[in-house]
């Protein structure tokens, strides 16, 4: 009988980047978004800086990447503290249910709590049902509604 073999979280490095490239972008078409050359490349960037406050990590077994994560430190108003947003999860269709999604944010907590510790935050879609019953069983559902605009840059 063969053994499989263990799924593997760690922080994502430079060899990664056309296998991340894939999953950003498989994660766009997932979200009706369309994540141009330049986008996947600012994100790669602020990934691979140790000047920029989001963090990636990847899941895989052996040289296979089944997923990804960001996650951004932040200040909490309410604490007067350090917390955390995961902004990105993904994992490949195949993953699912596999447990991958499960070991990111294990991950994401260990690594939270080993700088600084706070509030791991983050939202999904209202109807990605598969994904809340997941985060159902990581987490507790707050009662915030979330809203944005968008706001235009200026030169002056």
């Given amino acids: 009988m063969a053994t499989e073999v263990a799924l593997t979280v760690r922080p994502i490095g430079p060899e990664d980047r056309n296998p991340w490239q894939s ?3 498989a994660y ?11 986008i996947c490349d ?5 990934l691979m800086s140790d000047n920029h406050p989001v963090r990636g ?8 990447i089944l997923g990804f994560a ?23 269709p195949e993953a699912r249910g596999q447990g991958v999604a ?3 944010i294990s991950h994401l ?5 080993t700088h600084g510790g706070g509030t791991l935050r983050w939202i999904t879609a209202a109807d990605n049902h598969t994904a809340q019953h997941l985060y159902d069983s990581l987490a507790q559902r707050t009662s915030w509604v979330v809203y944005q605009d ?6 002056s």
Avoid: E
């Fill in 23 to 25: 999953l950003f972008q």
């Fill in 28 to 38: 766009g078409v997932f979200y009706k978004t369309d994540f141009t050359s330049d």
């Fill in 42 to 46: 600012n994100v790669w960037d602020w």
């Fill in 57 to 64: 990590f990847i899941a895989g077994r052996g040289d296979s």
């Fill in 70 to 92: 960001h996650l951004r430190a932040q200040h909490d108003t309410f604490s007067a503290g350090p917390s955390w947003f995961l902004d990105d999860l993904f994992t490949t």
């Fill in 102 to 104: 499960t070991s990111l």
């Fill in 109 to 113: 907590k260990h690594y939270a709590s």
């Fill in 150 to 155: 968008q706001v235009p840059g200026s030169t």
